[in-house]
């Protein structure tokens, strides 16, 4: 089954959280922090089992970050695509980026996380829609310092 907006998971996941008696904590757990993923893709309620972790060792709060799809944001992704490989208007980039159009305003990523013993541990529900998004956003983002790389390495080349 593929969801297109957590949104209705969201709703569930607050009740859920403080049905056991944990607070929230509006945060989001960056990747340099020492953390362990919590497995169990194939398994659509594992939050749940997550959350009873958390309530069992102790924790008394749970953090919990949600990402919407901006249609701001991704109308700048859909400019940046179309300049990466102007004059191609069929270009993958920029089909996918506006591919995407139809997910603005959607909740397409929760992490819910907890420390313990000094590690957190970390629950992430995502859709494929936004998975592609990261992904977009990365490649662009590794076209634009390449080509700032290079702009930056002609300048050097000027100056000698």
């Known amino acids: ?10 709703d569930d996941m607050v009740a859920f959280i403080e049905g056991h008696g944990l607070k929230r904590l ?19 309620d594992a939050w749940k089992d997550f959350v009873e972790m958390a309530k069992l ?23 940046e695509a179309g300049e990466m490989n102007f004059p191609d208007e069929e270009s ?21 996380g907890f420390v313990y ?3 957190v541990f970390l629950h992430e529900t ?13 490649d662009i983002e590794t076209f634009q310092e390449i080509v700032i790389g290079d702009h930056q390495h002609d300048h050097e080349d000027e100056d000698e």
């Open 57 to 79: 060792v102790g924790a008394p709060f749970v953090t919990f970050s949600e990402m919407t799809l901006d249609a701001e944001e991704l109308d700048a992704l859909i400019e």
């Open 26 to 44: 509006p945060g989001y757990v960056t990747e340099d922090i020492p953390s362990i993923v919590w497995e169990g893709q194939e398994n659509p």
């Open 1 to 10: 089954m593929s969801i297109d907006n957590l949104l209705p998971l969201k």
């Open 92 to 112: 993958t980039e920029l089909v996918e980026a506006q591919w995407l159009r139809k997910y603005a305003g959607n909740l397409g990523y929760i992490q819910l």
């Open 126 to 138: 995502t859709t494929e829609w936004y998975e592609r998004f990261q992904t977009l956003l990365e």
């Open 117 to 119: 013993q000094g590690l």
